[in-house]
């Protein structure tokens, strides 16, 4: 059944009341209900920010997301929506546009007997009157929290969901699939559906927390999918005679060759998506039915995180720590391609920004930047590349160096010596565990008694799907799961296996967001001995252990004891040779 607003003047007025009569008013419900002091009021309004009142009192810890939401539905004789158990109906919400919704902090649920239900933050009667005025139609509030309704908000309207209107305007264009040579014209054109359609795709993966795009031709369709915490999923299904100016669409905004389509092609693209700055890594390549593109999002106003922050346990953290502030020698943080290095090579560096020191960069990408620290972009055209760029840092006076990756013998050599010649050097390198990282600098062509010279540590690592905490729920672990939970030593949770069982959060997947798990080889002296042998992998890993290095699988295993992630996620995530 279809819902549909009544018509009605759309006046200019305010969607919603002003912030300084809606503070007043929950100033007043707070105070009355015993939950907020005169003198926590006048801290929370001196506090800074530009947020109304119950966004500071949020933030100054004054009072909880969970218990404003229930003072202000007891106050008002509203019910609480959980929306772990609630899916708001695709008719409902479009009651309300994206616009609307967002500015008024309200989302339409369901309509039942000719009534809206609608969840928001604020149940006064203002912001009701508001709601209702806009919606046309009698509403009944249901009080959810600020932190929830957002997510709802985003999760409900899908900046892809007007795709399919782009796709007939641009069909019923049809001359641009028969005329190639007018596809740059077309796609240049900012009002072009074409246009649209790209715009769209981008901004949901970004409310989605995608970190890659992938649009890919396949028969007469073209796929597109966007990688979330490391998994890929199905977004949209687009007919094929669109493929070729999507890619015409994204190769103009990263000024690559729209004519060369066959050899493979990289570009970047640095835009702003809904205030926030985003730089996008293009890659294409020539398949079966025409061009794949891959688009990397990097998030620039996504905050940088803490050690504390990237899942590693108290006493690796701890240990890791003073590792990076030894005055010289070589880090290496190892593991695939998307496994969270740079993630926490970036956090070592926010440990170890000092003013009184000189930290220097070489990266490819540079993907955030630090106002204190000098960072060099990789620029192959203009000559700098990991040698050229890392031996021009020598030059600068650095006492912390961190080399985005180690990809050749040239650049590993380098790096080596600038660990024997009194400086830090952090750096990212490809491999399978810690131990492996040794034998792959040997394989290179490094001389073994000069990576035991300078390597003081590796931390390899892994990133997994948490469990999303809306709906978690107890469940039975299959056999394998139990088999390998015993292998690694791991135990049953003292309150049982529990996992996601998917909801409006965590788009029905059961995990939200990612951890890192963390494996730590000290190099010691004995760890030297057996590198400068060249020692079997399998001695080096043995010898490691009995020195308390605790192995991928074992470190995820701890996490599948607290609740963090199940089983079968490390199982699908995390593999290595020997356990």
Same mark, same amino acid.
């Given at each position: 059944?279809?819902?549909?607003?009544?018509?009605?003047?759309?006046?200019?007025?305010?969607?919603? &009341?002003?912030?300084?009569?809606?503070?007043?008013?929950?100033?007043?419900?707070?105070?009355?209900? #015993?939950?907020?002091?005169?003198?926590?009021?006048?801290?929370?309004?001196?506090?800074? #920010?530009?947020?109304?009142?119950?966004?500071? =009192?949020?933030?100054?810890?004054?009072?909880?997301?969970?218990?404003?939401?229930?003072? =202000?539905? %007891?106050?008002?004789?509203?019910?609480?929506?959980?929306?772990?158990?609630?899916? &708001?109906?695709?008719?409902?919400?479009?009651?309300?546009? +994206?616009?609307?919704?967002?500015?008024?902090?309200?989302?339409?649920?369901?309509?039942?007997?000719?009534?809206?239900?609608?969840?928001?933050?604020? &149940?006064?009667?203002?912001?009701?009157?508001?709601?209702?005025?806009?919606?046309?139609?009698?509403?009944?509030?249901?009080?959810?929290?600020?932190?929830?309704? *957002?997510?709802?908000?985003?999760?409900?309207?899908?900046?892809?969901?007007?795709?399919?209107?782009?796709?007939? +305007?641009?069909?019923?264009?049809?001359?641009?699939?028969?005329?190639?040579?007018?596809?740059?014209?077309?796609?240049?054109?900012?009002?072009?559906?074409?246009?649209?359609?790209?715009?769209?795709?981008?901004?949901?993966?970004?409310?989605?927390?995608?970190?890659?795009?992938?649009?890919?031709?396949? #028969?007469?369709?073209?796929?597109?999918?966007?990688?979330?915490?490391?998994?890929?999923?199905?977004?949209?299904?687009?007919?094929?005679? /669109?493929?070729?100016?999507?890619?015409?669409?994204?190769?103009?905004?990263?000024?690559?060759?729209?004519?060369?389509?066959?050899?493979? @092609?990289?570009? @970047?693209?640095?835009?702003?998506?809904?205030?926030?700055?985003?730089?996008?890594?293009?890659?294409?390549?020539?398949?079966?039915?025409?061009?794949?593109?891959?688009?990397?999002?990097?998030?620039?106003?996504?905050?940088?995180?803490?050690?504390? +922050?990237?899942?590693?346990?108290?006493?690796?953290?701890?240990?890791?720590?003073?590792?990076?502030?030894?005055?010289?020698?070589?880090?290496?943080?190892?593991?695939?391609?998307?496994?969270?290095?740079?993630?926490?090579?970036?956090?070592?560096?926010?440990?170890?920004?000092?003013?009184?020191?000189?930290?220097?960069?070489?990266?490819?990408?540079?993907?955030?930047?630090?106002?204190?620290?000098? +960072?060099?972009?990789?620029?192959?055209?203009?000559? /700098?590349?990991?040698?050229?760029?890392?031996?021009?840092?020598?030059?600068? *006076?650095?006492?912390? /160096?961190?080399?985005?990756?180690?990809?050749?013998?040239?650049?590993?050599?380098?790096?080596?010596?600038?660990?024997?010649?009194?400086?830090?050097?952090?750096?990212?390198?490809?491999?399978?565990?810690?131990?492996?990282?040794?034998?792959?600098?040997?394989?290179?062509?490094?001389?073994?008694?000069?990576?035991?010279?300078?390597?003081?540590?590796?931390?390899?690592?892994?990133?997994?799907?948490?469990?999303?905490?809306?709906?978690?729920?107890?469940?039975? &672990?299959?056999?394998?799961?139990?088999?390998?939970?015993?292998?690694?030593?791991?135990?049953?949770?003292?309150?049982?296996?529990?996992?996601?069982?998917?909801?409006?959060?965590?788009?029905?997947?059961?995990?939200?967001?990612? /951890?890192?798990?963390?494996?730590?080889?000290?190099?010691?002296?004995?760890?030297? %001995?057996?590198?400068?042998?060249?020692?079997?992998?399998? %001695?080096?890993?043995?010898?490691?252990?009995?020195?308390?290095?605790?192995?991928?699988?074992?470190?995820?295993?701890?996490?599948?004891?607290?609740?963090?992630?199940?089983?079968?996620?490390?199982?699908?995530?995390?593999?290595?040779?020997?356990?």
């Amino acid at each position: 059944m279809k819902f549909a607003r009544t018509q009605r003047h759309m006046d200019p007025a305010p969607l919603a &009341p002003t912030t300084a009569n809606a503070d007043e008013t929950l100033a007043g419900v707070l105070i009355g209900a #015993g939950q907020l002091q005169p003198y926590q009021l006048d801290a929370a309004r001196a506090a800074p #920010g530009d947020g109304g009142l119950a966004e500071k =009192l949020i933030a100054t810890a004054t009072i909880s997301e969970e218990a404003l939401a229930s003072t =202000l539905a %007891e106050h008002y004789g509203v019910d609480l929506v959980d929306f772990r158990s609630t899916e &708001p109906e695709t008719d409902a919400v479009a009651l309300l546009t +994206q616009e609307e919704a967002h500015v008024l902090r309200a989302l339409p649920l369901s309509v039942e007997d000719g009534t809206v239900i609608v969840a928001v933050a604020d &149940p006064s009667p203002s912001q009701v009157a508001a709601i209702t005025d806009r919606l046309g139609m009698p509403m009944r509030a249901a009080v959810a929290t600020r932190r929830d309704l *957002d997510r709802a908000l985003d999760s409900s309207y899908r900046a892809t969901r007007e795709v399919g209107g782009q796709v007939q +305007q641009f069909e019923a264009r049809d001359l641009l699939r028969r005329e190639a040579a007018r596809l740059e014209t077309a796609s240049a054109n900012e009002d072009a559906p074409v246009v649209r359609v790209v715009q769209m795709i981008i901004t949901q993966a970004l409310r989605d927390r995608a970190s890659d795009i992938h649009i890919e031709p396949s #028969g007469n369709r073209v796929r597109v999918r966007y990688r979330i915490d490391g998994a890929l999923s199905d977004v949209l299904d687009l007919p094929g005679s /669109i493929g070729p100016a999507l890619v015409s669409r994204v190769k103009i905004l990263a000024q690559m060759n729209i004519v060369e389509r066959r050899r493979p @092609q990289d570009g @970047q693209i640095s835009m702003e998506v809904e205030d926030r700055e985003v730089d996008i890594r293009v890659a294409t390549t020539s398949v079966v039915g025409g061009e794949k593109v891959v688009m990397r999002l990097l998030d620039k106003s996504r905050p940088l995180f803490e050690l504390v +922050q990237l899942g590693m346990p108290a006493d690796t953290a701890e240990q890791y720590r003073r590792l990076i502030r030894s005055p010289y020698g070589m880090v290496i943080c190892a593991g695939p391609t998307g496994g969270g290095k740079t993630t926490t090579l970036y956090a070592s560096l926010g440990e170890l920004n000092q003013p009184d020191k000189n930290i220097m960069t070489i990266e490819d990408p540079v993907e955030y930047t630090f106002d204190s620290i000098n +960072q060099i972009q990789i620029n192959v055209q203009a000559g /700098i590349t990991f040698t050229t760029g890392l031996k021009s840092i020598l030059r600068q *006076d650095p006492d912390i /160096i961190l080399v985005g990756e180690i990809r050749d013998l040239d650049t590993a050599r380098i790096a080596v010596q600038s660990a024997l010649t009194g400086h830090l050097v952090l750096s990212s390198l490809h491999a399978t565990e810690a131990v492996a990282a040794l034998y792959r600098m040997l394989d290179m062509g490094i001389e073994g008694f000069l990576i035991a010279s300078s390597v003081t540590a590796v931390v390899a690592q892994r990133l997994v799907r948490r469990s999303c905490t809306s709906c978690l729920a107890p469940y039975e &672990p299959t056999p394998e799961e139990l088999e390998f939970l015993r292998m690694v030593g791991g135990g049953e949770p003292e309150d049982g296996f529990k996992r996601g069982t998917g909801c409006h959060f965590c788009a029905h997947t059961g995990f939200l967001e990612r /951890i890192g798990v963390y494996e730590l080889l000290t190099v010691t002296d004995e760890v030297r %001995e057996l590198l400068i042998e060249r020692a079997p992998h399998d %001695e080096m890993r043995r010898l490691a252990r009995s020195q308390g290095m605790r192995t991928l699988w074992e470190q995820a295993a701890r996490l599948v004891e607290d609740g963090t992630t199940t089983a079968a996620e490390v199982m699908r995530a995390i593999y290595v040779t020997g356990v």
